[in-house]
T-cell receptor, first 110, second 116 residues
Framework: QKEVEQDPGPLSVPEGAIVSLNCTYS??????FMWYRQYSRKGPELLMY??SSGNKEDGRFTAQVDKSSKYISLFIRDSQPSDSATYLC??????????WGAGTKLIIKP | DAGVIQSPRHEVTEMGQEVTLRCKPI?????LFWYRQTMMRGLELLIY????????DSGMPEDRFSAKMPNASFSTLKIQPSEPRDSAVYFC??????????????FGAGTRLSVL
């Protein structure tokens, strides 16, 4: 079993829909949780960063961490075609190493 | 800041040839990472440098792979000899350890390597 599980998709939704992307993990020591967005033929770019549990909101994006369930989510409100990309979750405990999910390919249909 | 800069963006070579990938991290960052990304295996960490010193090279697949960081602003990843199974996108990332957000890594645009 992988330390971080993420459905690779693709997930296809109509423009304007609310999108929910998720990762589960097995290591209870993880404290730092990140979501990266990767456009085709580009490098991953940081979208959201959360320490420990709770919610964090930035514009149309909300990141949630539920440490009791070992489950993290990224919500995208009012989704746009420009949100079409691969979304990777990543997490870490105290050191440098990030453990990555496989990435979910998201397609927003106009 | 210009971000992490990688060169070349694309590399096509023949099996057995030497390939050198280059990376310039974000100025002031003290940690540098080389990753490989494939459809089958996702993002894999190859090697991690801190203050120009290799700390973790457990992800380097074979002796054919080597990495150096001669100074804080430059790193290379070399494959010699290259094989078709090395075809992938190679990313360099940097971060600032010791900062409040020490785990945040900033990625370059990647080098797409094709070994024929």
């Amino acid at each position: 079993q992988k330390e971080v599980e993420q459905d690779p998709g693709p997930l296809s939704v109509p423009e304007g829909a609310i999108v929910s992307l998720n990762c589960t993990y097995s290591n209870s020591a993880f404290q730092y949780f990140m979501w990266y967005r990767q456009y085709s033929r580009k490098g991953p770019e940081l979208l959201m960063y959360t320490y420990s549990s709770g919610n964090k909101e930035d514009g149309r994006f909300t990141a949630q961490v539920d440490k009791s369930s070992k489950y993290i989510s990224l919500f995208i409100r009012d989704s746009q075609p420009s949100d079409s990309a691969t979304y990777l979750c990543a997490m870490s405990h105290s050191n440098y190493q990030l453990i990555w999910g496989a990435g979910t390919k998201l397609i927003i249909k106009p | 800041d210009a971000g992490v800069i990688q060169s070349p963006r694309h590399e096509v070579t023949e099996m057995g040839q030497e390939v050198t990938l280059r990376c310039k991290p974000i100025s002031g960052h003290n940690s540098l990472f080389w990753y490989r990304q494939t459809m089958m295996r996702g993002l894999e960490l190859l090697i991690y440098f801190n203050n120009n010193v290799p700390i973790d090279d457990s992800g380097m697949p074979e002796d054919r792979f080597s990495a150096k960081m001669p100074n804080a602003s430059f790193s290379t990843l070399k494959i010699q000899p290259s094989e078709p199974r090395d075809s992938a996108v190679y990313f360099c990332a940097s971060s600032l350890e010791g900062s409040a957000a020490k785990n945040i890594q900033y990625f370059g645009a990647g080098t797409r390597l094709s070994v024929l």
